[in-house]
């Protein structure tokens, strides 16, 4: 996809990981609505994207992602706003393993209904132009997360729903491309919720465990991220791919065993 003049909506733009796809999405060219239930933060982030680009490249819409209703009024807003959807960065994401429901909600739910609202407005057999949804899961997806058991479960769902709904995208012919990515640790607000035990809950205990697993993977840059959302953007020949990115391998892709009967489908 040339991504020059495209529509992006990506949801928990406000910061960290969100912020720097919106910051590479502009570069591209792109349009960006930010989506995050954050408004202070949401705010200084267009404010702060204000300064480097045209004003009327971006716009901020204050939603809270697990509320259906107002889900659906965020995506009509944008499409009426900037005219068409091109992209969607179901980016948004908690880690909260004592309100373990919310992880869920928000990471999981919530990152479906995106999609399916997504699909509606994109897809070629209802009169839209087609598109790329990218949707971002974890290295907790592909593997047991011991501080975080609903957060690594809500990721591999992600993961799941991802390469499944992208096969449906291909054998429907939706027009549209889906893809995942899976990040190790990255710089960002959420690695404090690490220490809270508002956030930690029973795990808090083990904290001193996960700061020895961060040392030991290290700490990416969000920027890096950001890197593997455009490729994944602009490779047409990608659906139903898990990006991987690491500090010792940098960006990769998940390799799965073939899938006989189901590439006989698309
Ligand atoms: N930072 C990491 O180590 C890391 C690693 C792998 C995956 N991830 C994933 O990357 C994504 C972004 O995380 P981050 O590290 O930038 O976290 P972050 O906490 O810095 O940013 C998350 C953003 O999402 C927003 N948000 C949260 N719930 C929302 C809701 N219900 N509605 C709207 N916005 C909401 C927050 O306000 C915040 O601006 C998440 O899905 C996270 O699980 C992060």
Redesign the pocket.
Known sequence: MHLADKVALV?????????AFAQALLEKGCKVAL????VE??KTCKDALDKQFDAQRTIFVP????NEEKLKDAFKKIVHHFGQLDILVN?????NENNWELTIQ??LI?LIRGTYLGLEYMKTENGGTGGAIVN?????GLMPAPHQPV?SAS?HGVVGFTRSIAMASSVGKYGVRINAI??????????Q?IDKEENMGQYSAYKENIRDMMKFYG??D?QL?AEGLIKLLEDDKLNGEIMKITTNQGIHFHEYSPLPFHSKMQ
Not at 91 to 95: D, L, Q, W, Y
């Open positions: 949801t928990g733009a406000a910061q960290g990981i969100g912020r989506v995050d239930l954050n933060v949401g939603c809270d992602i697990s980016n948004a994401g908690v880690n928000t990471n919530s971002i899961a974890s290295l907790a957060y990721k899976c990040p190790g640790f990255v710089n960002t607000p959420i690695l919720s700490i990416l969000p991220i």
